[in-house]
């Protein structure tokens, strides 16, 4: 069966300094790899996802980057934080024969908190 | 990404009594209508989903009904329990972009 992680699961840090959130997928072959992050309150904002190897597109500019190493591992990073960076950031993945549509599967989440 | 609205944003229902949220889409041509409840400090779970080739769907407690005019889908909930509590997304056909989410909360 396919398994999703995702890690850390809490991030504390201070502004300015470095963000590495890593995301793996275990089960599954050549999925699409999405980013999210939920500020306070509930929506979802999509922040990048990926549909190959080096393959990032980026849904809104911001301080964040993604990359993707590997086939089933999708890194969202940051060279220096912002306050505004704070947030629940949830790594998703979908099969790549889903057609456009279909279930998205999500990782437990980071909880970032920037101060 | 296609939008949706989805209302109310908070709904509490006693414990026993059905709740009702709907998502408002806006491309005619979207086909797949998805719902995902979120728990506490979890990821969001796909809980059901619609094709635009039919009207309603069930599946135990949970149905989603889809009027394609009005462009419009509907999650409906019965004989709610205290773990129906959670947020609730609707989300656009690509599947990626999300409604705001409905808190639902179950009164004991």
């Known amino acids: 069966s396919q398994t999703i992680h995702q890690w850390p699961a809490t991030l504390v840090q201070p502004v300015g300094s470095p963000l590495s959130l890593e995301c793996t997928v275990e089960g599954t072959s050549n999925p699409n790899l999405y980013w999210y992050r939920q500020a306070a309150g509930r929506g979802l904002q999509l922040l990048f996802y990926s549909v190959g190897i080096g393959q990032i597109s980026s849904e809104v500019p911001q301080n964040l980057s993604a990359s993707r190493p590997q086939d089933r591992q999708f890194i969202l990073s940051s060279k220096k934080l912002l306050l505004s960076d704070s947030g629940f950031y949830l790594c998703?993945?979908?099969?790549?024969?889903?057609?456009?549509?279909?279930?998205?599967?999500f990782g437990e989440g980071s909880r970032l908190t920037v101060l | 990404g296609e939008n949706v609205e989805q209302h109310p944003s908070t709904l509490s229902v006693q414990e026993g009594d059905s709740a009702v949220i709907k998502c408002t889409y806006s491309?005619?041509?979207?086909?797949?209508f998805p719902w995902y409840k979120q728990e506490l400090g979890k990821g969001p779970q796909l809980i059901i989903d619609i094709r635009s080739n039919v009207g309603e769907k069930k599946d135990q407690r949970i149905a989603v009904t889809l009027n394609k005019t009005a462009k419009h889908f509907s999650l409906h909930i019965t004989e709610t329990q205290p773990e129906d509590s959670a947020v609730y997304f609707c989300?656009?056909?690509?599947?990626?972009?999300f409604g705001k989410g409905t808190h639902l909360i179950i009164q004991p």
């Open positions: 998703a993945w979908r099969k790549r024969t889903s057609g456009g549509t279909g279930e998205l599967f």
């Open positions: 989300a656009g056909a690509d599947g990626l972009t």
């Open positions: 491309d005619s041509a979207s086909n797949y």
